[in-house]
């Protein structure tokens, strides 16, 4: 599976976007990126996925490059509830198989 | 939908002896569950992949004797902390995915805090 490669940590005002970015220069061409995230102490939580084109949902954007090999998750109005450790993870296919191996991750720490 | 619960969300128990943990899928099938561990300040480790009915495949260094997985039906999962020793203090989580999910699939539960004294 492709490797990711994320900046260790980052700041945010509150209401401000945040815009994490996500290295994946060896993904291959059914490699898929997802964007999980953990609040201290709970489990993951899916924040959205993509191949190739632009994926929006209720919260977030992801933009990913026309190489794909880089990635941005986009937060539009970060909150307080929004700080927690975000996980760039690339997975073959969009079914529901395979592992998801986490690497270390962001912490986006959001400030008033 | 799509919910897994976790079960006890904290336990300590003695060294030596010998821990449970419960991860039930609400409202899918769960065909697959993945177990894994967290250290603090740590990203998580996958320790084990069980589906349905058959044994688990375990990543490797990962002990399968001492760290036994059951999954015996499609809503339930279970991690057996065997002879649990202080080093296995950890924060240990499961992940569920199956039919009737939504796509994203890969469903977490809360965590269970282990203790071991």
């Known amino acids: 599976d492709a490797k990711t490669t994320q900046p260790p940590s980052m700041d945010c005002a509150e209401g401000r976007a945040a815009n994490l970015p996500c290295n994946h220069s060896?993904?291959?061409?059914?490699?898929?990126v997802y964007w999980y995230r953990q609040i201290h102490s709970q489990g993951p939580q899916y924040i959205i996925h993509?191949?190739?084109n632009n994926e929006t949902n209720e919260m977030a954007s992801l933009i990913i490059t026309e190489d794909r090999k880089s990635s941005t998750l986009i937060l539009p109005h970060a909150t307080l509830r929004d700080t927690a450790v975000y996980y760039c993870?690339?997975?073959?296919?969009?079914?529901?198989?395979?592992?998801?191996?986490f690497g270390q991750g962001t912490t986006l720490q959001v400030k008033p | 939908g799509a919910v897994v619960s976790q079960h006890p969300s904290r336990v300590i128990c003695k060294s030596g002896t010998s821990v449970k943990i419960e991860c039930r899928s609400l409202?899918?099938?769960?065909?697959?569950m993945f177990w894994y561990r967290q250290f603090p300040k740590q990203s998580l480790m996958l320790m084990a992949t069980?589906?349905?009915?058959?044994?688990?495949?375990?990543e490797q260094g990962v002990e399968k004797d001492k760290f036994l997985i059951n999954h015996a039906s499609l809503t339930l999962s279970t991690l057996t902390v065997t002879s649990a020793h202080p080093e296995d203090s950890s924060f240990y989580i499961c992940?569920?995915?199956?039919?009737?999910?939504?796509?994203?699939?890969?469903?977490f539960g809360s965590g269970t805090r282990l203790t071991v004294v």
């Open positions: 993509g191949l190739k």
């Open positions: 992940s569920a995915t199956g039919t009737g999910v939504q796509y994203s699939g890969y469903t």
């Open positions: 993870i690339v997975k073959p296919g969009s079914s529901n198989t395979g592992k998801l191996i």
């Open positions: 069980s589906n349905e009915g058959s044994k688990a495949t375990y």
């Open positions: 409202d899918f099938q769960a065909t697959t």
């Open positions: 060896t993904i291959s061409g059914n490699e898929y």
